[in-house]
């Protein structure tokens, strides 16, 4: 006697191969390319040419149309001293419009924030961290305290 079928187990049988072969066709057609689930990397670079340690400094990139990313947070950087990391939130595009927000506090204690490129509602190309290294850099200067 076989304890896994009942009698009727050819039928109850051809349902499971049935069953199965639907199951694995799904799981084939809708698991993504291994290109859309690749994430692109990169950097960010602060430059501090404030004249003072700037502290609790945060980065994050936002890109067309409306995707956020974390980079780094909560570091501190010495006057003519630089904090490159790269972004805990990997980018789903390569090539995308991307701004960039610094945030930190002065040694004056005044808080900030910045976007860039600098200016109002600009945009870096879409190949620039492709064109320079997989990084963006920035310069925090004595004005922006």
């Not at 039928?11 to 809708?30: D, E, H, I, S």
């Not at 990084?135 to 200067?141: E, F, N, S």
């Amino acid at each position: 006697m076989n304890f896994f079928f009942k009698p009727d187990g050819e039928k109850t049988m051809k349902k499971l191969l049935g069953l199965m072969l639907f199951g694995v066709l799904t799981v084939a057609v809708y698991t993504p390319s291994e290109a859309s689930v690749s994430m692109y990397n990169f950097s960010v670079k602060v430059i501090n040419k404030t004249g003072g340690t700037i502290t609790n400094v945060s980065t994050g990139w936002i890109a067309k149309p409306s995707k956020l990313g974390l980079c780094w947070y909560n570091v501190t950087i010495k006057n003519n001293k630089y904090n490159k990391e790269s972004c805990m939130s990997s980018a789903s595009v390569q090539k995308w419009k991307r701004r960039l927000k610094v945030s930190f506090d002065c040694a004056s204690g005044n808080s900030s924030y910045l976007y860039f490129p600098r200016g109002s509602n600009k945009w870096y190309a879409k190949d620039h961290a492709v064109k320079n290294g997989d990084k963006y850099t920035v310069k925090i200067k004595q004005s922006d305290c």
